[in-house]
């Protein structure tokens, strides 16, 4: 093991306190990748104290926003000319492919770069109290601690949503990645420190979730949480946090509608709606998982979508031919396949996939075919629940007249606990804009499906998520606001307990 590999804890580079390892392997063929330390919750706890101890006592939160802003676009140059080498600890830790990868570390920069101009963006203002000798203004303060929980899918950018507006902010923090995708998390905090970032200020721990995660969650010293994850870990962490009262942004699942109308641009919705599903196996929170298409147009597309999605081809991050790659586990893949057993079990029509993809080129990694269910209803676990892999389910509307049509899709696609993303798909811009209006869903695409930019807010309703992330919400999140009352000429006001009789 390297030295750049451990756990980072008050700016020194350890192993678990146990000498416990993990080894992390490719999904798309098994090959070994690194061996990282697995944190015990005494490392965590150690963490949390030394990002205490770094905002308590450190120079991070009192650093001008200019240097904070700096060291963000320092990051964004370094990730620009290593792009090559993050690209890959990011394609070899889940499998995708590197010409994914490559485009994520794009974005990744941008998220830097937006954030960079947001910390000088925004200082507070003066609030006129009408009296002349006062000064009253709002500021903005770091919140303090922050712990940082991010998943296996997309994790450096998942990691620079939290980790960018956190130092913007001013906060310290504990990292913690996915115990399945670390490499990324360890290149960030150390090229951050290696630009100069106070020691302290970020924290990383490796490991799995029930071991190092409940320090993260209850320490009284941290004073906000920042999960994206699932539903039911977001739950915990909620009650977890709820004790102290810690700030707290979740950003959970989703079973994203994607809404076809008879009246849409069939050749760019169908082919949008494969990428919104099939993109990365379908392990994209936004993915486009359960299509709603009308009756009318339900053959024509559905065929359609079963052809092309029989092509697609499978396979790891140096397969330049591959249109996309493994799930992220063995585990991940069983979970799928039970989603899919369970939807064909309650009445689904299995029209495509449904199995592992035949031949030696698969067999150390684990791919699942890319896979449509048919013929579903809003009462299957597999429309309702996330299998979060390649599998679209189908359901279909109709109505009498153009406002029954809207009224059956939009029932449809709002009849989930999730709210994250969907599409709507018409030619007819009014219906367009009365049907994304309508859709409690965080972020709604009209004719498109899955593009996002930083400047924009991202967040779910409903379960899919507390609090939002990326554009001047983001910031928000990591940041107190403040009052500052300032009485110039403060004078006497005998309001109370005034010179008693006889001795003024
Ligand atoms: P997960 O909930 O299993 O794990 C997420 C993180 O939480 C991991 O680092 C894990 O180790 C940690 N964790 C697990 N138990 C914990 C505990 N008790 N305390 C503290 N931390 C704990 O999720 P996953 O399988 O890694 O990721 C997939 C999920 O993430 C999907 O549901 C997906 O929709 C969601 N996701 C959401 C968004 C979004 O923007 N809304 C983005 C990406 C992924």
């Known amino acids: 093991m390297t030295g750049t590999t451990r756990l980072l804890i008050g700016g020194e580079w350890r192993d678990a306190a146990d000498g416990a390892t993990r080894e992390i392997r490719c999904p798309a063929d098994g090959r070994p990748v690194a061996t990282v330390p697995e944190a015990t919750a005494d490392d965590a706890l150690d963490a949390v104290r030394a990002a205490r ?26 990730l620009t000319s290593e792009k090559e080498e993050v690209a890959r600890l990011e394609a070899l830790d889940t499998g995708k492919r ?20 947001l910390a000088q963006a925004e200082a507070g203002r003066v609030v006129d109290a009408g009296m002349p000798d006062v000064v009253s203004r709002v500021v903005h303060e770091p919140v303090g601690v922050c712990s940082l929980i991010t998943p296996w899918n997309y994790p450096l950018l998942q990691t620079s949503w939290k980790v960018a ?35 302290g200020v970020a924290n990383l721990v490796l490991g799995a979730g029930d071991r190092v995660g409940p320090p993260l969650t209850e320490a009284p010293e941290v004073d906000l949480v920042s999960f994206t994850g699932g539903l039911v870990t977001g739950r915990r962490i909620m009650a977890s946090a709820a004790p102290t009262v810690k700030r707290i942004a979740l950003e959970l699942g989703g079973k994203n509608p994607n809404i076809l109308f008879a009246d849409a641009d069939l050749d760019a919705a169908i082919d949008l709606a494969l990428t919104a599903i ?30 092309r999605a029989a092509r697609i081809r499978l396979g790891g991050p140096d397969d330049e031919q591959a249109e996309t790659g493994p799930l992220i586990s063995a585990g991940h893949r069983e979970k799928v396949e039970a989603y899919v057993a369970a939807g064909v079990a309650e009445g689904a029509v299995l029209r495509v996939g449904g199995a592992r993809p035949e031949g030696a080129a698969y067999d150390a990694g684990f791919y699942y075919l890319p896979t449509i269910l048919d013929r579903c209803t809003s009462a299957m676990s597999c429309v309702q629940e996330e299998s979060f892999g390649p599998v679209l389910t189908v359901e279909t509307f109709s109505g009498e007249d153009r406002d029954a049509a809207e009224d059956a899709a939009v029932a449809l696609a709002n009849d989930t606990v999730y709210g994250l993303a969907g599409a709507v798909w018409t030619q007819n811009a009014g219906r367009a804009e009365r049907v994304a209006a309508r859709l409690r869903h965080g972020t709604i695409w009209i004719n498109d499906y899955h593009p996002y930019v930083p400047q924009a807010e991202w967040g779910g309703f409903k379960q899919s998520g507390v609090g939002r992330e990326l554009g001047l919400a983001g910031l928000a999140e990591y940041r107190e606001t403040k009052h500052v009352w300032h009485n110039t000429r403060p004078a006497a006001q005998h309001w109370f307990g005034g010179p008693q009789d006889g001795q003024s």
């Open 165 to 199: 507006p956190a130092l913007a902010a001013g906060n310290t923090f504990v990292l913690k990645p996915s115990e399945l995708t670390p490499s990324t998390a360890v290149w960030l905090v150390r090229t951050l420190t290696e630009e100069g970032l106070p020691a």
């Open 53 to 78: 101890v770094a905002f308590d006592e450190g120079p991070w939160p009192h650093t001008p926003a200019p240097e904070r802003a700096a060291l963000l676009h320092r990051l964004a140059d370094r």
């Open 278 to 307: 099939f993109l990365d196996s379908g392990q994209v929170c936004s993915a486009g998982s359960r299509l709603i298409v009308e009756e009318s147009i339900h053959d024509e597309v559905v065929d359609e979508l079963v052809a």
């Open 98 to 117: 590197m010409v994914e990868a490559r485009l994520d570390m794009d974005d990744i920069i941008s998220v830097f770069r937006h954030y960079a101009g």
